[in-house]
Structure formats: C-alpha cells, structure tokens
C-alpha cells in the first residue's frame, strides 16, 4: 500500500524505478536535472521508456558528499514532486532521511520514502510513513558504525533494528521493502559478496530492492566509469532479479528494462512457475 490511495503489485514482474537527481554532486549525473523543466523532462523520459516509478532526491549520498539544509533539499524537490504529481501518472518516490522533508514530500504528492539510513537517522520518518500510509524502503547502511565480518549477517542485523523501529511507529508490512544497499559503506568485494548471497534475504520476509546503478563495485568489474556502467548495471539486474529482487532503482530504464524482461522470462519458465 501508498500514499494516496495507489498501490504496486510487486512478484509477478520487475518493477524499475528511475532515479532522478536534484543536485549539482551526484555520482553520475550531478547537475544535469537541478532545473524544473530538465527534471520533468527526465522523469517523463523515464517514465516512456517503462520506469514504475520516479524516485527524486535533493541530496547526495555518494560518499564524501556535503550535507545539504532541510530547506535546501526542499526546495530543490518539492516543485519536481508537485509538478509530477499534478501529471498522475508517475507514482513519485522521496529519497530522504529527514523526517520533516519526508512529510512534505507526501504532502506534496510523493507515494514512497525511501530512506538511505534505514528509519536509523531519524526515527521520526517511520511516523510520518504511518500516518500518511507512505510506502517505504529501508535500506541497509554500514556508514557510521562498527560492521559485522558476515555481510548476511550484518544485513539481519540492521534491518532487524529497522524493523523494529517500523513496527513500533505502526508501519504495515505490506507498505514495506528492504534494500541491501549497495555501495553504501562497502567494498567491492563485500558487494558481490552480497549479490552471490542475495537469495538469503528473502528470509527477512519482504520484498527486496537492488540499486546497484553505475556503483563503483560495477566498474571494478567492468573497468567502466559513470553512465559507461549501465551494461553491467543491466547484467546485475539480471542476476539479482534471479535471486529474487522485485524492485531495481537505476538511471538507465530502458536497458534495465530489456535485461529483466529476459529475467522474468526464465523465471516464468521455472518448473515451479508452471505448477503455481
């Protein structure tokens, strides 16, 4: 369930959502879409090309990046959120951790927080999800703390944290999806680690989001940099839909697009797809 009275259906096919970049320092894309009608224009564009959802943030969480005010993150999505809502076709994901920025999102028009600290930064988000019935991502981070050796296990032990902070606020669990967080205060090698051991997630009995898009660990595989990653973010899309992902987070939708369209093919072909 969402905000707004819309829904998603996740399982039966991969659902991809477009990230859209309100900022001058993202990774990849920083400063292409700081301007309204750029960021309109790119979220439609993502949005023809079979993208579910637009996920639009103010704030850059590559690693080293500055912290930017509430007030500033508001400004620079707030008009892109309002803008897109009025067209209501997009269902509009807010990439925030901030409580306060999360609420007006909503108000706004956002249907989903997606919140890169995992309720963890700022318990106040996981209200604001269920007061407004918001969908919500929680993804895991290891910045700022002490990580297990065990990836899995590093995994079950955050989101287990998350997951409490969810139900306590009163969140239900159909509004809820986990993210692993690729990138996020791991190495390459833990990367793949987690993507090799992906299918162990399915245990913590939600669905599960992949945004792997043009991360570092793709480019020590392929040796690419920035948009030049998109193949191998394709190619990890793949695998991870095959593991059990429901959801992908990229910059590149249509090349996403084509490679979980063969995913789900296989998987349609299972024996057991055949037999439910």
Known sequence: ??????????????IVMGVLNVTPDSFSDGGRFLSTDAALTQARAMLAEGAAIV???GESTRPGAEPVSAAEEQARILPIIEALAADGAALISVDTYREETARLAVAAGAHIVNDVWGLQREHG?????????????????????EKLPDVIADQFAFLSKSLEIARH??????????????????????NLQV??????????????????????????VTGRE??????????????????????????????????????????????????S
Request: aromatic share 6%.
């Open 125 to 145: 988000i996981a209200r604001v999800a269920a007061e407004t019935g918001a969908g919500l991502v929680i993804m895991h981070t290891g910045r700022e703390r």
């Open 195 to 220: 993507m090799a051991r992906f299918g162990e997630l399915s245990a913590l009995g939600y669905p599960l989001m992949a945004g792997t898009s043009r991360k570092r660990f793709v480019g020590h």
């Open 55 to 57: 996920d639009v943030g």
């Open 226 to 275: 920035g948009d030049a990653r998109d193949v191998g973010t394709a190619a990890t899309s793949a695998i991870l839909r095959l593991k059990g992902a429901d959801l992908f987070r990229v910059h590149n939708v249509a090349i996403n697009m084509d490679a979980l369209a063969f995913a789900d093919a296989m998987l349609a072909r299972e024996p057991h797809a055949a037999e």
């Open 169 to 190: 606020a009163g969140i239900a669990d159909d509004s809820i999806v986990l993210d692993p967080g690729f990138g996020f205060a791991k190495d390459s090698e833990e």
């Open 1 to 14: 369930m969402l905000a707004h009275g819309r829904q998603l259906e996740l399982g039966p096919r991969a």
